[in-house]
C-alpha cells in the first residue's frame, strides 16, 4: 500500500492521502485516472474500510457515463458526479467505525456497498455492509453484493421460485444471471441458461441444466416455456418473452438496459407492470434494495457452497479504463475484480 495515514479508530477522523481512481466528469472509461487524494472522513453510521478488493457492474458504468439521464436527476449530479471516485461493490477490513456504529468493530472483515470502492480506502453505510464469510476470499466476496443480492431478489422474492419449476435466465454469463442460476439451482429448479457462444461453457459451469446460444437459437418462440424467466438483457420485446412463458409464469425483469438516453430501459418495465393486472402471468421488476439483511441471506448460501461467486478477470488501479471497456464490449464473463491490495485480496 502506498498511503500515508494515521486515523483515530473510533470516530474515523483521518489525515493522510491514498491512492484513487478520479473521475471528474461524466463520459466514457477515458474519463478515469489515478492520482493520490485525501483519505475520506466518515459519519456517525459509516464505516472506513481498508479496500483490498472491489468489484465491477454495470451501475459502475451509468454511473460514469450519467446514462440514462435519470440517472444524473436521481441524485447522482446533474452536470458532473457528486461522487468523484467511482466503484461500489467492495471487501476489505474495517479501519475506522462511526459513534453509532454497533455491528461492526476495527479489525472486522466485510464486504458490501460503498462510495468510492476504487480506492486504497472507502467509506460504506453500516446498513450495507456484511460479514465477510470466512471460506471465501477478498476477491470472492468483492464480487458478491451488488449482483447477488440483486439475483437473490429476483430469484427468491419476486421469481418466489420453487422446486421443480423451469427456469430461464437471460444473460446467465453476466454479473446477476451468473448468480441467477446459482441461486436457482439451489432452490431445486430446472435452470436454462442464455448467453453467447464463447460463454456458454461458462454458464454450464455454473450448474445451468441447458445453456443455449442465443447467435442461433431463437430462445423465445414458444416451444418451449418457462415457469419463471429472469432477464437481465434488457432488449427483448414484453410480447416475446410472454411467447416463452408459461400462462401461469413470472418474468421477472432485472435492470435498466437498452432503451432511450433519458430513461433506458424502464420504459419496458413500467409497461410490464401495468400490463400485469390484465394478464394471466405476472410480469414484474423491481429496484434492488441495497440492505445487509439481503447480504446476510446471500452469505449463507455462500457458507453452505451452494453459490460460489463467479470471480472472472483481474484488474489493478492502475487498469480500471481497461475492466469497464471489457465489461461493456462483452469480454467479460462472471464477474470482474479490481485487486487492491494483492497480499490481503486472495486470503
Do not use: C
Not at 390484465?278 to 439481503?294: G, N
Not at 483481474?314 to 469480454?331: E, F, H, N, Q, S
Amino acid at each position: 500500500m502506498t498511503s500515508r495515514t494515521s486515523t483515530d479508530t473510533k470516530r474515523g477522523t483521518a489525515t493522510g492521502l491514498m491512492q484513487a481512481v478520479v473521475q471528474p466528469s461524466y463520459g466514457s472509461a477515458e474519463t478515469l485516472h489515478l492520482k493520490e487524494v485525501v483519505r475520506p472522513d466518515i459519519g456517525a453510521a459509516e464505516v472506513l474500510i481498508e479496500v483490498h478488493a472491489a468489484g465491477v457492474d454495470r451501475g459502475v458504468w451509468h454511473l460514469m457515463t450519467g446514462m440514462p439521464y435519470l440517472v444524473r436527476l436521481a441524485g447522482y449530479g446533474i452536470t458532473k458526479p457528486k461522487q468523484q471516485v467511482p466503484g461500489l461493490d467492495v471487501s476489505g477490513t474495517v479501519v475506522a467505525i462511526g459513534d453509532g456504529v454497533t455491528r461492526f468493530e476495527v479489525g472486522d472483515e466485510v464486504f458490501g456497498i460503498a462510495r468510492g470502492a476504487y480506492a486504497e480506502y472507502a467509506v460504506a453505510e453500516e446498513k450495507k455492509l456484511s460479514h465477510k464469510p470466512g471460506n471465501i476470499t477478498f476477491d470472492q466476496a468483492a464480487v458478491t453484493a451488488i449482483s447477488g443480492i440483486t439475483a437473490l431478489q429476483a430469484i427468491v422474492d419476486e421469481g418466489k421460485v420453487a422446486a421443480g419449476q423451469s427456469v430461464l435466465v437471460i444473460g446467465a454469463s453476466g454479473g446477476v444471471g451468473s448468480y441467477a442460476v446459482q441461486l436457482a439451482k439451489a432452490s431445486g429448479a430446472i435452470v436454462t441458461g442464455v448467453a453467447s457462444g464463447a460463454k456458454t461453457g461458462f454458464v454450464q459451469s455454473l450448474g445451468a441444466d441447458h445453456v443455449i446460444d442465443y447467435h442461433g437459437t431463437d430462445y423465445l418462440d414458444g416451444r418451449v416455456r418457462y415457469d419463471l424467466i429472469i432477464d437481465t438483457g434488457g432488449r427483448n420485446s414484453l410480447r416475446r418473452l410472454r411467447k416463452a412463458l408459461r400462462p401461469d409464469g413470472t418474468l421477472v425483469i432485472v435492470g435498466g438496459e437498452g432503451g432511450g438516453k433519458l430513461t433506458g430501459g424502464i420504459g419496458r418495465q413500467i409497461r410490464a407492470k401495468l400490463l400485469s393486472p390484465f394478464v394471466s402471468q405476472r410480469l414484474t421488476f423491481f429496484i434492488s434494495e441495497e440492505h445487509h439483511r439481503h447480504m446476510d441471506r446471500l452469505a449463507e448460501y455462500l457458507i453452505n457452497g451452494e453459490v460460489v461467486p463467479p470471480v472472472g478477470r483481474r484488474y489493478g488501479l492502475d487498469t480500471v479504463r481497461t475492466a469497464i471497456t471489457d465489461l461493456v464490449t462483452g469480454k467479460s464473463e462472471g464477474k470482474s475484480v479490481i485487486v487492491i491490495n494483492k497480499d490481503r485480496s486472495e486470503a
